[in-house]
């Protein structure tokens, strides 16, 4: 976690000891102290959705993944991971927009080294397809755990300000990346509701298709599972910089029967 820690004292303690004298024993905790405003509104947005140490208590997690394009191609998959290694698995019953051409069941997987492929059960060693598998597997992961990541190392934060959208107020927190590399990152604009500590909603880019200008804007709505809130009706499109969209149709990525604690084996995730 990317903060420095301030010490406070908060109470002392008397104990007396055998002789009968009191020692005065002093206790300290421990509290954030923040780089800026940005980083401090994302750890209180974490402190109501739930961060990643409550997460990884979890261990694993199975849901079902559904997303449909405004032509009505759907993507249906079950989705395995498990958390410590973010190994991936995700078996693809209906693909209509994912490894189209492929007819009948695929199952894609990362097993914390390699990616991996499988049409109708038979490993597939297709480059183009692999490249394929190698961004869902990180993708989809990085989707359900993104709002606990994002107090990760290497994740810079900047305040923008206050905005009013449809009568609510909301802080604007721009979210970027430095991984130590050259390649370009993906930049996130969060709209943290005031009231509620959620966010809302955010602007977000795919560095991997080299689309930076123009941003997309996710629209959320969430799920109380398992005493944590997760994003599980989420629906995007091209917008601007200044949250603004105009009437084309949206894509919409839901996730529904989440269940932890599994008892995942790593051996599930290998080939």
């Known amino acids: 976690m990317k903060f420095k820690i301030a010490t406070l004292l908060v109470f002392s303690i008397i104990i007396t000891s055998c002789k009968g004298e009191q020692i005065v024993k002093k206790e300290t905790i421990k509290t954030p102290e923040f780089t800026n405003k940005g980083q401090e509104l994302v750890s209180k947005m974490l402190e109501k959705v739930g961060d990643y140490k409550t997460l990884r208590t979890k261990k694993d997690v199975v849901y079902t993944y559904t997303y449909q394009t405004p032509d009505s191609k759907t993507d249906i998959s079950t989705e395995k991971y498990i958390f410590d290694g973010e190994l991936s698995y995700g078996k ?47 993708t989809n992961f990085y989707w359900f755990t993104m709002f606990q990541k994002l107090m990760d190392q290497g994740v810079a934060y900047e305040y923008i300000g206050e905005k009013i959208i449809d009568s609510l107020t909301y802080d604007v927190v721009k979210v970027s990346f430095n991984f130590g590399d050259a390649n370009p990152t993906d930049i996130y604009q969060l709209y943290i509701n005031k009231n509620t500590a959620l966010v809302d909603q955010f602007l977000f880019t795919v560095a991997d298709f080299g689309a930076m200008e123009t941003p997309n804007l996710m629209s959320l709505e969430y799920e109380d599972v398992d005493g944590m809130l997760f994003p599980t009706k989420r629906k995007y499109k091209k917008s601007t910089w200044e949250a603004e969209v105009n009437d084309a149709p949206w894509i919409t990525v839901n996730w529904s029967n989440i269940k932890f604690n599994n008892g995942l084996k790593r051996t599930e995730f290998e080939k």
Do not use: C, M
């Open 92 to 138: 693809y019953e209906q693909h209509q927009r994912t490894l189209s051409d492929l007819q009948g069941t695929i199952e894609q997987g990362y097993d914390g080294k390699e990616f991996w492929l499988k049409h109708n059960g038979k490993i597939l060693n297709d480059s183009i397809a692999l490249k394929r598998v190698a961004f869902n597997r990180p």
